[in-house]
Nanobody, 116 residues
Framework: QVQLVESGGGLVQPGGSLRLSCAASGFTFSNYAMNWYRQAPGKERELVAT????????NYVRSVKGRFTISRDNAKNTVYLQMNSLEPDDTAVYFCNVRYYASDYWGQGTQVTVSS
């Protein structure tokens, strides 16, 4: 059974940093690309960052390029999202995602609030 559990969200001031983690289980983690999405109130869910299985190709939505870094530790079955220079527009619930056998699996989400 695929399970994704996010952690690391919270309240941070503009310009601050947070690191999100997503612990995965129930599938061979190293074989699958992993994604971070976010959803702000009243907006559609948005793909933020993707990392391939190996050797670690990454891609980002333009609004976070240069500020966010996605990485993975296949030994720990964990994917991370390092978020620097946070802005109020980054406020959202952040979700970890994997497409496994043509089905999308999601974690429960972790709230990130950027406010002074």
């Amino acid at each position: 059974q695929v399970q994704l559990v996010e952690s690391g969200g919270g309240l941070v001031q503009p310009g601050g940093s947070l690191r999100l983690s997503c612990a995965a289980s129930g599938f061979t983690f190293s074989n699958y690309a992993m994604n971070w999405y976010r959803q702000a109130p009243g907006k559609e869910r948005e793909l933020v960052a993707t990392i391939s299985s190996t050797p670690g190709f990454t891609n980002y939505v333009r609004s976070v390029k240069g500020r966010f870094t996605i990485s993975r530790d296949n030994a720990k079955n964990t994917v991370y999202l390092q978020m620097n220079s946070l802005e109020p527009d980054d406020t959202a619930v952040y979700f970890c995602n994997v497409r496994y056998y043509a089905s999308d699996y999601w974690g429960q989400g972790t709230q990130v609030t950027v406010s002074s």
